[in-house]
C-alpha cells in the first residue's frame, strides 16, 4: 500500500487561487502533510503549549481584529515565536490584508502569507476536505474506471481480456472514462473509496491493434470525468464450462481496497457476450439494490409464495 504523505503548498496556491503576500519566498519546496488546519487564536496571546505547527494556519475575521489592537512591539514579538516554529504558511481569509510586520516576519522566517476572499467558515471547510482527499492513503491497481447512470464502476481482469474496449463502448453508449490500465484510489474516508487517473495517462485509453487514443478529443468532454467514487466492481473472467457462477446473485461478494469493501462481480467473459450491456445492467442493479428492491430476493419470495400455496393445495 501506497500512501501520499504530502501535497505541494504550489498546489494548494493554484487550486484556491491564494493572493501571495510573500513572492520572494520560494513555495515549490513546501509541502503539506496534515489535513487539518489551526486557527490563531491561542498562538496570538502567547499561549503555545500544544501548538499544531505543521498545520495551515487561518486568521479569520476575529483573529485579525485581535491583531489590531494590539501593541506593535507585542504583535511583532508574537510574530517572531509564531513564524520560527515551522509553519508552512499563513492564510487570510475575507480578502483581509496581513499587516507590514506579519509578512517581514513570513520573509525573515520564510512562512508564505496568504489571502483568500473567500469567507472563514467556508475555506476552512473546503481546504479541510480537499486535504483530506489529496492525503489520503492511496494505492494504484490495473483497471478501467468509467462512470456508468452515476455509478463508479471499477472493471478488473488479467491484461488483454478486453476492459479498454468495454469502456469504449461505454463511452459511445453515453457513460463517462475516468481512467484507463492505471486506477488510483484513495479512502477519504471508512464509507469511500475516491478514484482518479495519474495525471500522464489522464483521458487516454489503449486499444491493442489501434494504439492510444484521446477520449476526450474524439467523444468531448461529456465523456470523461476527474474523479468517481467506486460503488462497485466487475471482474471479467476467461469463461470455463468447469467453474461455477453466480446465476441469482442473492449473497454479495466483495473485494477489499485499504480496508473498505465493495460489491464485486464475476462476468465470464466468451464471444458473443456484449459486456457494455452487461456493465450497464450491472450498474443499474445495483442502484435498485441501495434504494431498497433486490431483483433476487423478490424472485427468492415469489418461488416460496408459490410452493406454499401448492403445499396448502
Known sequence: MATN?????????????????????????????????????????????????????IVGFVEYTFIEQMKREERIGVYEKLLSTGLPC???????????????????????ILVSEKTTSSFSAEIIRWLNVELAPCISIHGVLV??????????????????????????RGH?????????????????????????????????????????TLFGVGSVKETQGIDMVIKLDEWSKDKEYDRLGLEEEYIEFLGNKVVCHAIPIRPGRNLAVIVESAAVNHRQRKMGYNA????????QRNLNKNSEE
Open 296 to 303: 433476487a430476493q423478490e424472485l427468492y419470495n415469489r418461488v
Open 90 to 112: 499563513v492564510i487570510y481569509c475575507r480578502g483581509l490584508e496581513p499587516d507590514d510586520d506579519m509578512i517581514a516576519a513570513g520573509n525573515k522566517f520564510g512562512v508564505p
Open 5 to 57: 504523505v504530502s501535497v505541494k503548498l504550489s498546489k494548494l496556491i493554484k487550486n484556491y487561487n491564494l493572493k501571495n503576500c510573500t513572492p520572494d519566498i520560494d513555495v515549490s519546496p513546501i509541502k503539506v502533510t496534515v489535513p487539518d488546519i489551526n486557527r490563531l487564536s491561542l498562538a496570538l496571546v502567547g499561549y503555545f503549549e500544544h501548538f499544531a505547527s505543521e498545520r495551515v494556519q
Open 147 to 172: 462512470d456508468v447512470y452515476g455509478e463508479g464502476v471499477l472493471i478488473m481482469g488479467e491484461s488483454g481480456i478486453g476492459k479498454s474496449e468495454a469502456a469504449l463502448e461505454l463511452i459511445k
Open 176 to 216: 463517462r472514462l475516468v481512467t484507463d490500465d492505471v486506477v488510483e484510489i484513495r479512502k477519504v474516508s471508512d464509507e469511500t473509496l475516491i478514484g482518479t487517473a495519474p495525471d500522464i495517462t489522464r483521458h487516454f485509453i489503449e486499444l491493442r491493434g489501434i494504439g492510444i487514443i484521446d477520449v476526450k
